[in-house]
């Protein structure tokens, strides 16, 4: 390369393949660099000097050169930074000559470059390949800042020049003053406009710009997480569903760890969907334990948030169709969540005499326990699953207030469709999850006809079916019966020791055929029928009617539980058995039906033939 001049050159510069045909004196003028390299070479009597590590190579050279020169030199985002670091690297200080190569392209990224969003991303970007030399330079330190310091403006001071990677409007391709108004006017999208801008930058950088808008403080969390979730959807493809699909690795995890890292730890930063994706590719990457236990952490901090279709993990090996471990470990995160709070509130009651209002509320345990319904729904079809898995699943959420058990009903209903060679103890063992108190009328009228339920299921649906109809006629909407109705409760009468039904557990638990149930239920529909004619009269009398019907139906219920169905189901047994109060013990769906200690009949032991 030759500069067109009336002297001839005197000094030739080699910068890597290239050669530069020069004259001493512009050099000498402006770098320090050059005045120890030119001296050197006079000294050797050699008029040609090699330069190979010079930072942009030949093409920054270059621009320093015509600087020497005088010539009109023109810097952009994409070359200042080799210019920036070429300069350095020649010496090109105040102190050599005024107004020096230095001190202009400093002028220029501070009243220019940093100052346009655009610009400073593609800075950033550049340094990439100069990296040693821009963080001396703090070239990196000062764009990370100027696009931190844009991303954390108000909304309302941000235009749309700012952003790039968007497509224009078709308002911003015309030339009509009207329009450039409109454009003017025209809002960018709130909070998140550099979202996608951001997911340009290669990932070291990237983390420090994120944690640098944090830092700040003017970002909230929300936003910080989808725009992580757009750097990971932009980095990994098939993250959005969940699986990816090729690419490095060993990058993947980085990057995955990476996120991890940078996101956060308060509570509604990112949406559940997004933790989700993330751990569903920490589990395909093998990433470490440490971090999908800190997703399972995050992830049941905000289960409520869930869908089913969000725990629908596939089990990474084995028979098993999903991995319920890792959902149980889910919902075992929420359920400790919600223990810290009650301790902290108890702890503020002791030594604050103040309570503060929990993290985790009914509304959300109520939303948690019908996430858990469904999701037992979706494994119970799954024939490799242990009744085991399935039980403490559900007993992880029996105590959270539900509208009813329908979903729980439904769900039990799946896995004992799908697993009929279950033992008795297993069939009872799950049952019990249920209340048959809060099923609803649709979920009753199906349970009676239910084959695979155990009878004892079948008999308490039934009864508490009858309850609830008589108290509805009788206008109490409560379930608070007298007497001897009251004692057909799942544990009976308070005080009580024995059952009104002896019988054994296995005769309990066995599954009833159709003819059964039916017989049953037509006995308790002829039930209802005769204790409504008790309901005729009016004032004291309608009470005394109501009770009377009341107890009408429970002795006839009784007479019949004891004649009809126990001949039908246990003829071939002949067994007189004492039924104790500790099956009282057991869930509502489970329990032997009791009778209360006031009536001195109903303590002795009765024979079953």
């Known amino acids: 390369m030759y500069v067109a001049a009336e002297l001839a050159t005197d000094i030739v510069i080699n910068v890597g393949n290239v050669k530069f045909h020069l004259h001493k004196f512009p050099l000498l003028s402006k770098s320090a660099r050059f005045q120890k390299l030119i001296t050197n070479s006079n000294e050797e009597n050699n008029d040609e000097v090699h330069i190979h590590d010079i930072p942009g190579g030949s093409a920054a050279f270059e621009i320093c050169t015509k600087f020497c020169y005088g010539m009109t030199v023109t810097l952009n985002a994409y070359n200042v930074v080799a210019a920036r670091c070429a300069a350095e690297y020649l010496e090109m200080y105040e102190t050599v000559e005024k107004g020096n190569l230095i001190y202009k392209i400093e002028v220029f990224l501070n009243s220019s ?3 346009s969003w655009k610009d400073s991303i593609i800075v950033l970007q550049t340094t990439k390949s100069l990296l040693k030399w821009s963080e001396e330079l703090k070239v990196v330190s000062h764009g990370i800042d100027s696009i931190a310091t844009k991303a954390s403006l108000d909304t309302s001071k941000v235009e749309w020049s700012y952003t790039y990677n968007r497509k224009k409007l078709p308002s911003e391709n015309s030339n ?3 329009s450039n108004n409109a454009r003017k006017q025209q809002l960018v999208p709130k909070d998140w406009w550099w979202v996608e801008d951001l997911c340009e930058l290669q990932l070291d950088l990237y983390e420090r710009v994120i944690t ?4 700040k403080g003017n970002v909230s969390g929300a936003v910080i997480g989808e725009a992580l979730n757009a750097y990971a959807s932009r980095r990994m493809p098939g993250f959005n569903k969940g699986e990816i699909q090729g690419g490095d690795i060993v990058k993947n995890r980085l990057l995955l760890e990476t996120i991890l890292r940078i996101l956060p730890v308060d509570m509604g930063i990112a949406s559940f969907s997004f933790l989700v994706k993330l751990l569903r590719v920490a589990i395909q990457l093998e990433c470490e334990e440490l971090e999908r236990s800190e997703l399972i952490r995050r992830i049941g901090m905000c289960l409520e948030e869930a869908k089913v279709s969000d725990l629908l993990i596939c089990a990474p090996v084995g028979d098993a169709i999903l991995d319920v471990d890792i959902v149980q470990r889910i919902v075992e995160e929420f359920v400790a969540c919600d223990q810290q709070v009650q301790t902290d509130s108890l702890l503020e009651d002791e030594f604050q005499e103040i309570r503060s209002p929990g993290m985790v509320s009914d509304p959300s345990k109520a939303k948690v326990a019908k996430l858990v319904d469904g999701y037992l729904a979706e494994i119970a079809c799954d024939p490799n699953l242990p009744v085991a898995k399935f039980v403490n699943l559900a007993e992880l959420v029996s105590s959270f207030p539900r509208a009813s058990h329908d979903g729980l009903y439904r769900a039990i209903d799946m ?7 279950i033992s008795k103890s297993e069939r009872k063992r799950i049952c019990r999850l249920m209340n048959c108190r809060s099923l609803s009328a649709e979920a009753c ?3 009676v006809q239910n084959e695979r339920l155990p009878m004892r299921v079948v ?8 309850l609830r109809t008589t108290t509805s006629s009788g206008g109490n909407s409560t379930p608070d019966h007298p007497g001897s109705l009251r004692s057909f409760l799942p544990g009976g009468s308070h005080g009580s020791s024995r059952s009104t039904i002896t019988n054994t557990e296995e005769e309990w638990d066995a599954v009833g055929t159709m003819e059964d149930i039916k017989s049953l239920k037509g006995e308790v529909d002829a039930l209802k029928l005769s204790g409504g004619t008790g309901r005729a009269s009016s004032g004291k009398d309608n009470n005394s009617g109501k009770g009377n019907a009341d107890n009408i139906a429970a002795s006839k219920m009784k007479g019949f539980m004891s004649k009809k169905i126990l001949s039908k189901i246990w003829s071939s047994k002949e067994k007189s058995v004492d039924i104790s109060s500790s099956d009282t013990s057991e869930s509502p769906a489970s329990t032997v039906v009791e009778e209360t200690k006031s009536t ?3 303590s002795r032991r009765h024979s079953v033939s």
């Open 415 to 421: 896995y004992l469709k799908e697993h009929p060679g």
């Open 212 to 215: 640098a808008i944090i830092e």
């Open 459 to 466: 008999v308490q649906v039934l009864f508490f079916e009858q």
């Open 445 to 447: 009228m199906h349970a």
């Open 600 to 602: 001195p009949a109903r």
């Open 113 to 115: 470059i940093f100052r």
């Open 176 to 178: 009509d003053p009207q």
